[in-house]
């Protein structure tokens, strides 16, 4: 069983950045590949970002060059680094494992 929690979600101005954290319980954590989804108001979970066990990364085109997804396999926490935030990115964002466990969600708000 895996739990993850995420954190690191706020308000901010369109331009700036957050950095949200995806926090997971077991020892096995770093052996699987993990994700981050979001869901605006009245559309579907679409994928953001993707990271193997092994760091290899994959991005949705809409935040490609603005997003890093990155792993800390000693911390067992994957990150998401938003920049150049626009309010279309405004969503709950959310940390999936291994196509099988979801986290709570955290909310990402970007104003104009």
């Known amino acids: 069983q895996v739990r993850l929690v995420e954190s690191g979600g706020g308000l901010v101005q369109a331009g700036g950045s957050l950095r949200l954290s995806c926090a997971a319980s077991?020892?096995?954590?770093?052996?699987?590949?993990t994700a981050w989804y979001r869901q605006a108001p009245g559309k579907q979970r679409e994928l953001v970002a993707h990271i193997t066990s092994a760091g290899s990364t994959n991005y949705a085109d809409s935040v490609k060059g603005r997003f890093t997804i990155s792993r800390d396999n000693a911390k067992n926490t994957v990150y998401l680094q938003m920049n150049s935030l626009k309010p279309e990115d405004t969503a709950v964002y959310y940390c999936?494992?291994?196509?099988?466990?979801w986290g709570q969600g955290t909310q990402v708000t970007v104003s104009s």
């Open positions: 999936n494992y291994l196509n099988d466990y």
């Open positions: 077991g020892s096995m954590f770093r052996f699987g590949a």
